[in-house]
């Protein structure tokens, strides 16, 4: 199969491109800077300003946008907003003018789309919340349900757990250095996932024709934040015994109920296709991770 990936230079966009191309895939890797060459890929140029060249491309796997990770402000919230939305936008737009539009569209999303749970067991036909992170995550998949494509997939990921990027190697600086320790009660829940099992969540989707809609990208065994500090710790053999109360995380913005709110989400889609998680608990994931 043909893929094409945006964002292919991306921390899930590198490892999904070397997936690919390990099962024998050929990938089109668009990024901002295509001059940067990815081995092994033909590379295009993908930007907000025009709708780029999917041609050739079978299935196709967005993953372009502004990290959500730092402090909200007003401007880091524009540039959120925009890349997913605008950029998905010209996804579609490309879609549309494709002679052979691809067989599948695959959109990636966010758990940020729910609301706080609480304890709550959070499926795919779970509705939207109403903060910025969820309003931007129902416009940004509004515009993937545009493009016209047969089959289109919505991949709400949740936390990313990575050796290479993302969050995980700035806790295991913190909690090296003694400094670990639970957010606000510790009580809410954390939908997270191994790396590898979500970009072979991606590849799954795509070659998997019974797919499509909401699909939720997380392990299917979410833990308490206090439990994933506990274990952090143990795999870090650090104490952790430290807490950051939920006023000082207020700094942050409105990215801090993203830390705090409850999301105990299940993939309940991906369950019931079979797929077959390779680190479907928290230990195993970082005992391979670190």
């Known amino acids: 199969m043909n893929i094409g990936i945006t964002g292919a230079s991306g921390l899930i966009g590198r490892r999904l491109t070397d997936l690919a191309l390990q099962r024998g895939h050929e990938v089109f890797a668009f990024s901002r800077t295509p001059a940067r060459r990815i081995l092994g890929c033909t590379m295009r140029l993908f930007s907000t300003d025009a709708p780029p060249d999917f041609e050739s491309c079978e299935a196709i796997v967005h993953l372009a946008g502004e990290s959500v990770l730092g402090l909200w402000t007003a401007a880091k919230k524009q540039r959120i907003a925009q890349s997913r939305i605008l950029g998905t936008r010209r996804v579609a737009e490309a879609i549309a003018s494709m002679q052979n539009p691809p067989e599948v569209f695959i959109s990636g999303s966010a758990i ?17 919340g ?58 809410q829940w954390m939908a997270w996932i191994h790396l590898d099992d979500l970009c072979r969540l991606f590849l ?56 705090l709110d409850s ?23 970082l005992s391979n991770l670190l």
């Open 112 to 128: 940020g789309f729910y609301p706080d749970s609480g304890d709550t067991e959070v499926l795919e036909s779970a509705p939207c």
């Open 130 to 187: 109403a903060g910025f992170l969820a309003q931007t995550s129902r416009l940004w998949e509004a515009e993937a349900l545009k493009a016209a494509a047969p089959r289109i997939v919505l991949l709400r990921t949740g936390l990313v757990l990575a050796r290479e990027g993302g969050a995980l190697p700035l806790l295991t600086r913190i909690f090296r250095l003694g400094l670990g320790g639970k957010l606000g009660s510790g009580q």
């Open 204 to 259: 799954f989707c795509a070659e998997n024709q019974s797919l499509s809609g909401p699909v939720n990208g997380t392990a299917p065994w979410p833990v308490r934040n206090t439990d994933f500090t506990k274990t952090l710790a143990s795999k870090l053999r650090r104490p952790a015994f430290l807490s950051v109360p939920a006023f000082a995380l207020r700094w942050l913005g409105e990215f801090s109920h993203e830390l």
């Open 263 to 285: 999301k105990r989400v299940l993939p309940g889609v991906a369950s019931a296709q079979g797929f077959p998680f390779r680190f479907p608990e928290l230990p195993l994931a």
